[in-house]
């Protein structure tokens, strides 16, 4: 079985992840996410896998990416894993309807 985990690898589990929470997200107000704790849970490992996988790519194909913020990425799933009680849900809302569809564009162009 091959499996070779390159940047090609590394983007298109991105792609997977992002499509996923904008999939998910489609109609979803704060009120909903927060009352639905199996989707809250499912959002934030999305978030989290997000961050993984963006870690693993080359540091090449980042700096030919430098559109894509890079940090950010890391520093959300910091926030959640380390943070994870006090993560205020209005920024991760926000983040999932709003940055992560842009990012899901920034890949996919």
């Known amino acids: 079985m091959d499996n070779v985990k390159n940047d090609a690898y590394y983007v298109q589990k ?25 989707l809250l849970d499912s959002m934030l490992f999305r978030m989290i896998q997000i961050s993984e996988n963006a870690k693993r790519l080359s540091d090449n194909y980042k700096q030919t990416h430098c559109n894509i913020p890079w940090i950010s990425l890391s520093g959300l799933r910091n926030r959640i894993v380390h943070d994870y009680g006090n993560v205020d849900l209005n920024i991760v809302y926000e983040t999932l309807k709003n940055d992560i569809p842009e990012l899901l564009e920034l890949l996919i162009n």
Do not use: A, T, W
Not at 19 to 29: A, K, L, Q, S, W
């Open 14 to 38: 991105l792609k997977s992840d992002l499509e996923f929470i904008v999939i998910h997200m489609r109609g979803i107000n704060i009120e909903e996410l927060n009352g639905n704790e199996i």
